[in-house]
């Protein structure tokens, strides 16, 4: 890679626009999609007049994402099933960010996933990332003072659903060990001591995985029953391992050694309050590969 490349302002700041777009968009994919439409857009620049490119480029990927959330939110009205994010493999040093990791953990994203296009955009920018509400109006096309208003609004919003962080990462780990040994074992009991009595479960299987439920299951007891009664039904040796998902410890889920699903957990307390099983093939590309997320 060339000199002039590897300074390329674009290429310094990928990560951060990464994770900007994937925050605004909850899919790996369309980010992904999101910085080769703003790369273009970059390209046909002239860099000499910009005087501050993290922050130009910071608008460019903004607008792309908002272009694409109006999109896919018409496209996920029609999805099969309950529509959860698409999960990212990351380091556990993400987690040293406690800001980031739980900005980034699907509990989260799920929860942005009720706000609108702009107010998405909006509490994004300025709760994740810190940008000055000028920028923010500059990205979305807004006063600085209607920005301000929305990101009261949205933070509000957020605020009364976001979940409550209570353990560290190191409690959250031994949980999820806990948990998959339960369901290596098939231990009924096992999995009834590691959950909360009101834990609510939310698979996201798109239509095209059998036996993934299409509706929330509540209750410990009806939850640990069906994870039994489902790996007992498998044909073939579906393995559960612990792995790191979003910023969080999270499970690993093999059949036959193809990697068929991601589950995501929320902890409080030292059990398991909410599950969040992606099996979607099409949501688990971005698994294999460590992602870098940045802020």
């Not at 000055?132 to 509000?156: F, L, M």
């Not at 290596?184 to 009595?197: I, T």
């Not at 688990?284 to 997320?293: F, P, R, S, T």
């Amino acid at each position: 890679m060339s000199t002039a490349v590897v300074d390329d302002p674009f290429v310094t700041h990928r990560s951060l626009l990464f994770t900007v777009a994937y925050e605004m968009l909850g899919s790996a994919a369309d980010a992904e999609d999101v910085l080769q439409e703003s790369w273009l857009r970059w390209a046909a620049v002239d860099h000499r007049t910009v005087q501050e490119p993290r922050a130009y480029l910071v608008r460019i990927v903004t607008r792309q994402a908002l272009n694409h959330l109006r999109t896919v939110s018409r496209r996920r009205e029609d999805y099969v099933g309950e529509w959860l994010p698409e999960p990212l493999l990351t380091s556990p040093d993400v987690a040293d960010d406690v800001e980031l990791a739980e900005n980034l953990s699907i509990a989260m994203l799920t929860v942005l996933e009720t706000l609108g296009p702009a107010e998405r955009a909006v509490f994004v920018l300025r709760e994740v990332f810190d940008v000055p509400y000028d920028e923010i109006a500059d990205a979305v096309g807004k006063t600085p003072a209607a920005v301000r208003q929305i990101a009261h609004r949205a933070k509000d919003h957020v605020a009364a659903r976001r979940p409550r962080v209570t353990v560290g990462p190191a409690e959250h780990e031994e949980v999820v060990e806990r948990l998959v040994v339960a369901l290596n074992s098939g231990d009924l009991q096992g999995l009834m001591d590691v959950l909360a009595p009101d834990v609510v479960s939310v698979a996201d299987g798109g239509g095209k995985v059998r036996g993934a439920a299409r509706r929330p299951i509540v209750g410990a007891d009806r939850l640990a029953r069906y994870l039994v009664g489902g790996m007992a039904k498998v044909e073939g040796i579906l393995v559960a391992s612990s792995t790191w998902v979003n910023g969080q410890p999270g499970v690993r889920m093999e059949l036959d050694g193809v990697l068929v699903g991601v589950v995501s957990l929320t902890v409080v307390q030292g059990r398991i309050t909410q599950v969040y099983s992606i099996a979607n093939p099409e949501k688990l590309g971005h698994v294999d590969a460590e992602a870098v997320v940045a802020r």
